[in-house]
């Protein structure tokens, strides 16, 4: 039974609100890949806001849940400057859907009418390189490669350059993200992040990091990782649609502050949009 639906049974049968409802709801919220922590927080506040108004009703009491799960959950609104050199860098571990979030990404900002360029530099393989030219050719958009094995630093280094001769546009930066070997990881990310941070413009570079919603309270744990390496400015949530749970980006949002800019729902170019903290809420919860 998917999340949803989970809670709208529990407002169903408990027809006096007591501990039970919320040690039942506490559980659900769990369930649903809010976390632990998190949902325990969630509780006590919700809790301590029915006793405030003493107002028990199931209507009011889902309102006031929805309200704070809002309010743990930030979006990030994406602001692209004309020409100017827009570095947008893409996180996250292997399979979570970076190569085609890139992608998904350049036909967003294309349609925007940006000038935009897709850099290659996950060099670990070179499927993903082909993988991204055969998305350039049929969204008309360049991509820059190099050998597969060589620096991906260079290629953001050759890719901003490129950009920069054409007038500015949107860079979109996919990177490895091979966890497993996180040392190597880490270094290879530090070392692309000067790169960019130095050739975009002020204020025009960000990270962003690509969660898999099917991977649980596990995605938390990745996000510190990236976190700590070099900083996550928001989340791409991708596989929406192949989720029953989905909480994570409450999470996301109250254990490590890092709101939502975009959320997936399939594997088209078009199945991209921006991220609407009210809107996920509410399918959410119901
Ligand atoms: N259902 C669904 N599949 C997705 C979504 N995003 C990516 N995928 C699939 O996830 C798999 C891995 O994607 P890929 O972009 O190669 O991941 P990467 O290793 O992070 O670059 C591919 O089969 C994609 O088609 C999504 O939003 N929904
Ligand atoms: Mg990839």
Do not use: W
């Not at 502050?257 to 975009?262: A, S, T, V």
């Amino acid at each position: 039974m998917g999340f949803k639906n989970k809670i709208k049974k529990l407002f169903g049968i408990h027809n006096s609100i007591n501990e039970d409802f919320f040690d039942d709801l506490t559980d659900t919220l769990i369930e649903g890949d809010i976390g632990a922590k998190t949902s325990y927080e969630i509780i006590e506040q919700l809790q301590q806001e029915c006793k405030k108004e003493k107002n028990n009703e199931p209507e009011k009491i889902l309102e006031k849940l929805k309200n704070i799960l809002c309010s743990f959950v930030e979006e990030n609104k994406i602001h692209i400057e004309k020409n100017k050199i827009n570095v947008l860098l893409v996180l996250g571990v292997n399979g979570v859907g970076k190569t085609t979030s890139v992608a998904k990404l350049a036909n967003f900002f294309k349609k925007q009418e940006q000038n935009v360029l897709i850099c290659a530099a996950d060099t670990f393989r070179a499927a993903a390189i082909e993988q991204l030219k055969v998305h350039g050719e049929n969204l008309g958009v360049r991509v820059v490669s190099h050998q597969s094995g060589s620096d991906p630093a260079a290629v953001v280094f050759d890719s901003c350059e490129s950009c920069s001769a054409s007038g500015g546009g949107v860079v979109l930066v996919d990177t490895a993200g091979r966890l497993h070997n996180k040392e190597n990881l880490v270094r290879e990310l530090k070392k692309i992040d000067r790169i960019a941070k130095s050739k975009a413009s002020e204020g025009c570079y960000k990270k962003i990091l690509v969660i898999d919603s099917t991977t649980g309270q596990n995605a938390l744990r990745q996000a510190e990782v990236f976190n700590e390496a070099i900083g996550v400015d928001f989340v791409i949530l991708t596989k929406y649609d192949s989720t029953a749970k989905g909480g994570i980006l409450v999470s996301l949002g109250r254990e490590l502050n890092i709101p939502c800019g975009f959320i997936c729902t399939g594997e088209t170019y078009d199945d991209i949009a921006i991220f609407d903290t009210k809107k996920y809420i509410d399918e959410l919860i119901g």
